[in-house]
């Protein structure tokens, strides 16, 4: 049973344009979330977090939306570039420490 | 600052031979995952560690074995390779509720 799903395997925007990508959790535990980013052969790097104490999360072009009473969560980029051609985790964690990932949305960013 | 250190990169193993991947962080967190990545699919929690001496299971960890002497270092034991282990391989750290830092990844072939 997937704990955290990203139903979309691929996504393609258009430069310039907002990128929205999704991501539903089953575990009501879960209280924290992170969006992580991955290029190829490389690790993934941390993008932005939300607790479960807050419904949003805004650094620069990147917002997370928290939904819990939907168990929903969204990444917007706005504006969306084409370096931001990437694989993009959701993960959520428990208060025990321990992550669990989505298996990704690849992002193409087309100029 | 080096962050998160894998070795080996790259390795091929015969089946049934055994090796250990390093990691290494430096950083002082005390929080260590193992993941595995298989093609066209997230990042599944092997073991992981809240603190040196303390370890426990993830999704997958049959096969594996781990230990956390310290703070610093948390090797990933494979015994018994089997094709079935083929993979990429990532370590993490962080600090409690905050964002992980991976290493570059070990790429293992079982063959």
């Known amino acids: 049973d997937q704990q955290v799903k990203q139903n979309s395997p691929s996504l393609s925007v258009q430069e310039g344009r907002i990128s929205i990508l999704n991501c539903d959790y089953t575990n009501s535990m879960f209280d924290y979330f992170l969006w992580y980013k991955k290029y190829p052969a490389e690790g993934p790097t941390f993008l932005i977090s939300i607790s479960s104490i807050k419904d949003k999360n805004e650094d620069g072009r990147f917002t997370v939306f928290l939904n819990k009473s939907a168990k929903h969560l969204s990444l917007h980029i706005v504006p969306s570039q084409p370096g931001d051609s990437a694989v993009y985790f959701c993960?959520?964690?428990?208060?025990?420490?321990?992550?669990?990932f989505g298996d990704g949305t690849t992002l193409t960013v087309k100029p | 600052n080096a962050g998160v250190t894998q070795t080996p990169k790259f390795r091929i193993l015969k089946i049934g031979q055994s090796m250990t991947l390093q990691c290494a962080q430096d950083m002082n967190h005390n929080y260590m995952y193992w993941y595995r990545q298989d093609p066209g699919m997230g990042l599944k929690l092997i073991y992981y560690s809240v603190g040196a001496g303390i370890t426990d299971k993830g999704e997958v960890p049959n096969g594996y074995n781990v230990s956390r002497s310290t703070t610093e270092d948390f090797p990933l034991r494979l015994e018994l390779a089997a094709p079935s282990q083929t993979s990429v391989y990532f370590c993490?750290?962080?600090?409690?509720?905050?964002?992980?830092?991976f290493g570059q990844g070990t790429r293992l072939t079982v063959v």
């Open positions: 993960a959520a964690d428990t208060n025990a420490g321990k992550s669990t």
């Open positions: 993490a750290s962080r600090l409690e509720e905050t964002e992980a830092f």
